[in-house]
């Protein structure tokens, strides 16, 4: 075998097609055929069973409280994840680790369990729900119960986007603002923030897909009321348990665009921040 | 908060950092506020209704043998599913961060895809594809493989949402590995072979564990994506997430806080272990 | 503007980085502040920005205690290591911060931040980047940029935390220069952080030894690199031959080498003499007053004199001996490796026991 131009392992022509194709092939039965499938059986019934199933009132209502739903928790978790982020890589005190670690837990518990810990806390039977009831206000299988419960799973999302980032980046260039005579404000419009920016956004993409998309907690809290405190996901299921698969995939096929605008915001970012790393072309001039 | 005068007695607080960088303050309030309100008080909700438990009904709960069916089946299923995607997700992050093809963007785009996807929207989706009639499910039936509603089909579930879980991890990795070590090794005679498993892989395994770990725990905790294709049989395909969605659903709040409170546990203790290993091993790598 | 530190202290932790430091730089003063890694002068220089805050000490600008003041207002001008430019923002956005930001009643008119910019650019000589991206330039320009944008604020006192230690050596050369005669022109108070003795000398009205967190020794360049204080100073400024020996009266032995003092000295105790490059000579036979045979090592020809390197026969030193002799007198000798010859010392240095300054030797 000739290695005069080989320098690196698997570089012969037919490892490197054999892997590739075994590649293509996995991607293609695990994650293409699935999009696929999506999209084949919502439009199975032609373009206007689609529309009519997309525009059925029941699964316009399920729209709309998904869309309350993200429209509540995605400012709270961009809030949050800004704050944590400036927080935990621009200073040091007792705890900084532990902070980081904490805000993980929402993605390796279950998000059943997650439900349960809401529905617990603020059920009628909860301690704060008992209390909550007796003022007339109910969280639990209604909508705030839903939001809250979004917001605890997806609340790393933005923070996990920036703290890397902002580490990597390191603290010199807010530290010449404040050199400078900027105030907190115009530190972080004016220097921060633009550093950041493509991260915040895919951070908050990410964000609005998984509580778009969240199933487990949801179910836990929201009473599966039609039409009150269904969100899409729960819709799904129910028109699944319906034998309805033609309208479970129409919902699903939404979501399933959702879910390809995630990916490419997120190939845009990628592109965008690897321009911003290209190597810098020296000046002819000396000095 | 500054005074003018300066001093000559020591400062009780030396942080410097927090002075020179505005909003310390603020974001320490603001953080603590919202992780004590969104996820210490409702875990301390769980501990405290576990604790309103007796021991005895404790156990009696979690050791209920069908409970401990689920706790085989979840554990096993996640077991395979994440091994299986240890070594496609290795696979596939190797040739994206080895190879030139076209479609390579799209491929590396799509890894992402069960991260975006609404796991309901997977669980539909997988129940369809494996069922009999299905695409995949008619093509499995003739080779008498039975994908849905056993517990293969919980495997499938776990394996695709966590796929990304590997290749995420084991990308950056890959992409950072010293060109001069492979081509040292090569020059001196070694084959293909050898170079991976005594100088890649080596360096490889942190990040694959890590992944592996990851793709375990996330599979432990599944819901949406399975139950649509598990069939959900109590003590074949049931898994322990289910288990507590039924508890709840016979307002059994006490059983469903005791198996939940089980589930954490574990997970909280996988997600510090991860964390542990991480700073300990990739540290260790990136140190040199 | 006058900078006076008073009793200094900091530690990170368990690790004492600055240890009771008190300095006086006046207005108008250059000063280079010089010491290895870990000296802590990174550390001082930040603690006089306001970017650290020491644990115990008095920092004062022209006699007005800033210690409790925050970075902000201390209106001084800081130029960091790696430059910390803007990287969202164009070259003469970058410039211009400072003024941008002040607060409504103080900043200058749009027109008024433009023209002041084209004047710092003009003055750093890279008016032809205004629109440029700092990943677009070179390290030597992002420097000079860094400065013209410390400069903008018209700061009474400048900081620059080791300016050209990311630059090869000919850009060096051309900003330390270009930044003395700036400093000349615009009369600001400039403290300086370097490991590199060289530039510490070349530049610095006042050079500021550091080590472990102390001073060592603050003088001025000639006097500092004429009559150094301590082992460190010497160590530290550059090759020092050293002669270690046992005194008895007025001469000094070691092995077959002996050295004989100008003046009798008391007791029989362990003493070196340190001798720079150039206060010995070469010969190729002994003097009087020194027999310290030695072989030639290794030749270096580029430079303005010959360096060779010598081994010592028949007696022994920690590094191998460096002398210089003229490019003249190298091609009248025409040395080989292994040959032989003698130093022959004109100025030492001797050090007792212990720390204490060394004492000036002349051999007439």
Redesign the interface.
């Known amino acids: 075998m000739q290695?005069t131009s080989?320098?690196?392992?698997?570089e012969?022509r037919w490892?490197?097609w054999t892997?590739?194709c075994?590649?293509?092939g996995?991607?293609l039965?695990?994650?293409?055929?699935?999009?696929l499938?999506?999209f084949v059986?919502a439009f199975s019934g032609g373009a206007q069973t689609w529309w009519a199933n997309l525009t059925d009132y029941y699964t316009l209502r399920a729209i709309g409280l998904t869309l309350l739903v993200a429209a509540l928790t995605v400012p709270l978790n961009l809030?949050?994840g800004v704050?944590?982020a400036?927080?935990?890589t621009?200073?040091?005190?007792p705890g900084r680790k532990l902070?980081i670690?904490?805000?993980?837990?929402?993605?390796?518990?279950?998000?059943?369990?997650?439900g349960?810990?809401?529905?617990?806390?603020y059920?009628s039977?909860?301690?704060?729900g008992g209390w909550l009831m007796q003022h007339d206000v109910q969280l639990m299988f209604a909508w705030p119960g839903i939001v809250?419960v979004t917001?605890?799973v997806t609340?790393p999302f933005v923070a996990r986007e920036l703290i890397p980032l902002m580490q990597q980046q390191g603290?010199e260039e807010?530290?010449a603002a404040?050199v400078l005579g900027a105030?907190?404000w115009q530190?972080?419009r004016r220097v921060t923030l633009p550093n950041i920016q493509w991260a915040l956004l895919y951070g908050v993409v990410?964000t609005n897909?998984?509580a778009?998309?969240?199933?487990?907690a949801v179910?836990?809290v929201s009473g599966n009321i039609r039409g009150e405190t269904n969100t899409?996901?729960?819709h799904?299921?129910l028109l699944?348990q319906d034998y309805n698969?033609v309208g479970?995939?129409t919902s699903?096929s939404l979501?399933?665009v959702?879910?390809?605008v995630?990916?490419?915001v997120?190939?845009f970012v990628e592109w965008r921040q690897a321009r911003q790393r290209a190597p810098l072309h020296e000046q002819q001039e000396q000095g | 908060m500054?005074?003018?005068?300066?001093?000559?007695?020591?400062?009780l607080t030396?942080?410097?950092?927090?002075?020179?960088?505005?909003?310390?303050a603020?974001?320490?309030g603001?953080?603590l506020l919202?992780?004590s309100l969104?996820?210490?008080?409702?875990?301390s909700?769980?501990v405290?209704?576990s604790a309103g438990m007796s021991w005895a009904q404790y156990w009696a709960v979690v050791s209920d043998e069908r409970v401990v069916a689920s706790y085989r089946v979840t554990l096993w299923a996640a077991l395979i599913a994440s091994l299986f995607n240890g070594v496609?997700g290795l696979?596939?992050a190797?040739?994206?961060v080895?190879?030139s093809?076209p479609?390579k963007?799209v491929?590396?785009?799509?890894?992402?895809?069960?991260?975006?996807?609404?796991?309901?929207?997977?669980?539909?989706?997988?129940?369809?594809?494996f069922a009999e009639n299905g695409?995949?499910g008619q093509w499995l039936a003739t080779l008498g493989i039975k994908v849905a509603f056993t517990p293969l089909g919980i495997i499938v579930a776990m394996?695709?949402t966590s796929?990304p879980f590997v290749v995420r991890t084991v990308q950056p990795v890959l992409e950072d590995l010293p060109?001069e070590d492979?081509?040292a090794a090569?020059?001196m005679?070694a084959s293909?072979w050898t170079?991976?498993r005594r100088i890649?892989f080596p360096s490889l395994w942190p990040a694959l564990m890590t992944g592996i770990a990851l793709s375990f725990?996330?599979s432990?905790?599944?819901?949406?994506a399975i139950i649509?294709i598990a069939g959900n049989m109590p003590y074949v395909s049931e898994v322990?997430?289910?288990m507590?969605?039924i508890r709840?659903q016979e307002f059994d709040?006490a059983a469903?806080?005791a198996i939940?409170s089980v589930?954490?546990l574990a997970?909280?203790i996988?997600?510090?272990g991860i964390?542990l290993w991480q700073a300990r091993y990739l540290r260790r790598l990136h140190g040199r | 503007m006058s900078i006076t530190l008073e009793?200094i202290n900091k530690?990170f932790g368990a690790f004492r980085a600055l240890d009771d430091i008190s300095l006086e730089i006046g207005d108008g003063q250059l000063v280079g502040l010089l010491g290895p890694s870990g000296s802590g002068k990174t550390t001082l220089l930040r603690i006089i920005a306001?970017?650290?805050?020491a644990?115990?000490?008095?920092?004062l600008f022209q006699g007005e205690?800033?210690?409790?003041?925050?970075?902000r207002e201390r209106r001084v001008g800081f130029v960091f290591q790696h430059y910390a430019l803007f990287r969202h923002m164009t070259v003469a956005e970058n410039i211009a911060f400072g003024l941008d930001v002040l607060p409504r009643k103080s900043r200058p008119v749009a027109g008024e931040i433009r023209r002041r910019v084209g004047e710092l650019l003009e003055m750093v000589q890279l008016s032809h980047l205004a629109g440029r991206y700092p990943s677009q330039l070179s390290g030597g320009q992002k420097q000079r940029i860094a400065l013209a944008r410390a400069l903008a604020m018209q700061p009474q006192i400048l900081l620059l935390d080791e300016p050209f230690g990311a630059l090869d050596a000919r850009v060096r050369k051309d900003l330390r220069r270009w930044l003395r005669n700036l400093h000349d022109e615009l009369h600001f108070t400039s403290v300086f952080v370097t490991h590199d003795q060289e530039e510490a000398l070349e530049l610095s009205d006042q050079v500021v030894v550091m080590s472990a967190g102390r001073i060592e020794q603050v003088d001025q360049p000639q006097a500092l690199y004429a009559r150094p204080d301590s082992r460190f100073v010497f160590d530290f400024l550059g090759h020092v031959n050293v002669f270690d020996g046992t005194l008895d009266g007025r001469l000094l032995q070691q092995g077959e080498a002996w050295i004989r003092l100008p003046e009798n000295r008391e007791g029989a105790s362990s003493v070196q003499v340190y001798l720079r490059p150039h206060e010995v000579r070469l010969q190729l036979q002994p003097v009087a007053h020194a027999h310290l045979p030695l072989q030639v090592e290794a030749i270096n020809l580029i430079g303005a004199e010959v360096r060779l390197e010598l081994r010592p026969c028949g007696w022994e030193a920690a590094q191998l001996w460096e002398i210089g002799i003229t490019h003249a007198e190298f091609n009248a000798w025409q040395p080989r490796r292994g040959d032989r010859c003698f130093a022959v010392p004109d100025v030492g240095h001797l050090f007792g026991a212990g720390n204490a300054a060394p004492e000036t030797l002349y051999w007439g």
């Not at chain 1, 039965?29 to 999009?35: E, G, I, K, S």
Request: hydrophobic letters at 60%.
């Open positions: 290695r080989v320098h690196r392992v698997g012969q490892v490197r892997l590739i075994l590649a293509l996995l991607t039965l695990l994650l293409v055929m699935p999009l499938l999506i059986e809030l949050f704050f944590l400036w927080l935990v621009r200073f040091e005190f902070l670690t904490l805000i993980d837990i929402p993605f390796a518990v279950s998000p059943v369990v997650a349960l810990l809401y529905l617990l806390l059920g039977n909860g301690w704060l809250m917001v605890f609340c603290r807010e530290e404040v105030s907190g530190l972080f990410l897909a998984r778009v998309g969240e199933f487990g179910s836990v899409l996901p729960l799904i299921e699944y698969a479970a995939f699903a979501l399933a959702i879910a390809l995630t990916l490419l997120k190939s | 500054n005074t003018k005068r300066g001093s000559l007695l020591p400062r030396s942080h410097p950092g927090k002075r020179v960088l505005p909003g310390f603020l974001s320490m603001v953080s919202f992780v969104v996820l210490l008080l409702p875990i909700g769980l405290v209704e496609v696979l596939l190797w040739v994206l080895r190879y093809f479609g963007r491929v590396d785009a799509l890894m992402d895809l069960p991260f975006a996807l609404p796991t309901a929207v997977a669980g539909i989706t997988l129940a369809a594809l695409w995949y394996s695709f796929l060109v492979e081509e090569i020059s005679g293909d170079v991976f890649l725990t996330r432990l905790g599944e819901f949406g649509f322990t997430s289910l507590i969605f709840l709040h469903a806080s939940a589930v954490l997970s909280l996988l997600l510090f964390n | 009793q530690s306001g970017l650290e805050s644990d115990r000490g008095r920092i205690d800033v210690t409790g003041l925050h970075v």
